[in-house]
């Protein structure tokens, strides 16, 4: 954590600095598990006539950080509340579709309530191709969408973090390409229609046997002046590694 690694700007300190906010003023606020502040989960997971139904229900520190303000020091913190959930996924024809929707609620409104939605589908163009060699060429294809409740509204958490919250209108896109047992090719992307912001990733999977793989990847990002994925540019990489999977 930090106002800056190397070239990567954490979320939240980049909504603190586009509201006029100097890096040289946040600090990062880590939380820790103590038995007075448990976190809760309890989940649910059903079938009903061919169709996958989950739901859940969250307690605890929330997953995206907020900005507390102390004085003239901003710190970037966890604050508490709940994730109730649900989602689905079932086949029509030859589609699988699927969605999921999650609410974040937070105490004392020291961040934003709103809901969070996500709904896709994937097929296997190899189907319609039937290429021997080809196991198959899966795609999928998701939209995510987000609306705000109840905007933050705590005097201690005067800072909105909106605009660094993934999915409040963006799509997402995968291809995953597996053939002759052994090769696999994928390239996804997710794309901000808000903020004309992007981030993709393509790569090389081979698939050594006894779940040992090797595999060489790129990732890249772009976008708008002040964009998450702007900051994250200098980032770009080429990633070799290996995979053991029990």
């Given at each position: 954590?930090?106002?800056?690694?190397?070239?990567?700007?954490?979320?939240?300190?980049?909504?603190?600095?586009?509201?006029?906010?100097?890096?040289?003023?946040?600090?990062?606020?880590?939380?820790?598990?103590?038995?007075?502040?448990?976190?809760?989960?309890?989940?649910?997971?059903?079938?009903?006539?061919?169709?996958?139904?989950?739901?859940?229900?969250?307690?605890?520190?929330?997953?995206?950080?907020?900005?507390?303000?102390?004085?003239?020091?901003?710190?970037?913190?966890?604050?508490?509340?709940?994730?109730?959930?649900?989602?689905?996924?079932?086949?029509?024809?030859?589609?699988?579709?699927?969605?999921?929707?999650?609410?974040?609620?937070?105490?004392?409104?020291?961040?934003?309530?709103?809901?969070?939605?996500?709904?896709?589908?994937?097929?296997?163009?190899?189907?319609?191709?039937?290429?021997?060699?080809?196991?198959?060429?899966?795609?999928?294809?998701?939209?995510?969408?987000?609306?705000?409740?109840?905007?933050?509204?705590?005097?201690?958490?005067?800072?909105?973090?909106?605009?660094a919250r993934p999915g409040r209108n963006s799509i997402f896109a995968l291809w995953n390409i597996e053939f002759?047992?052994?090769?696999r090719f994928y390239y996804g992307c997710t794309f901000n229609m808000i903020r004309s912001e992007y981030a993709?990733?393509?790569?090389?999977?081979?698939?050594?046997?006894?779940?040992?793989?090797?595999?060489?990847?790129?990732?890249w990002f772009d976008g708008m002046l002040g964009t998450l994925s702007h900051s994250w540019h200098p980032n770009?990489?080429?990633?070799?590694?290996?995979?053991?999977?029990?």
């Open positions: 954590a930090g106002a800056n690694l190397g070239g990567f700007t954490p979320a939240s300190i980049q909504s603190a600095t586009a509201s006029g906010i100097p890096t040289t003023t946040i600090r990062s606020e880590n939380v820790s598990n103590k038995p007075e502040k448990p976190n809760i989960l309890a989940r649910e997971k059903i079938v009903v006539e061919s169709v996958d139904l989950y739901g859940g229900l969250y307690y605890g520190y929330l997953p995206g950080r907020s900005l507390r303000r102390y004085g003239s020091l901003v710190r970037s913190t966890h604050v508490r509340g709940w994730l109730p959930s649900g989602a689905f996924s079932t086949v029509l024809g030859k589609i699988e579709t699927h969605g999921e929707a999650i609410i974040n609620v937070p105490e004392k409104g020291r961040d934003d309530t709103y809901l969070n939605t996500a709904f896709g589908g994937e097929y296997d163009f190899n189907l319609l191709a039937e290429i021997e060699e080809v196991n198959s060429a899966k795609f999928v294809l998701e939209y995510a969408y987000e609306w705000v409740w109840f905007k933050q509204d705590h005097p201690d958490f005067p800072i909105r973090t909106n605009d002759l047992d052994n090769h993709q990733r393509a790569g090389y999977e081979y698939k050594l046997g006894d779940g040992l793989s090797c595999e060489i990847s790129y990732q770009n990489m080429l990633m070799m590694q290996v995979n053991q999977k029990f």
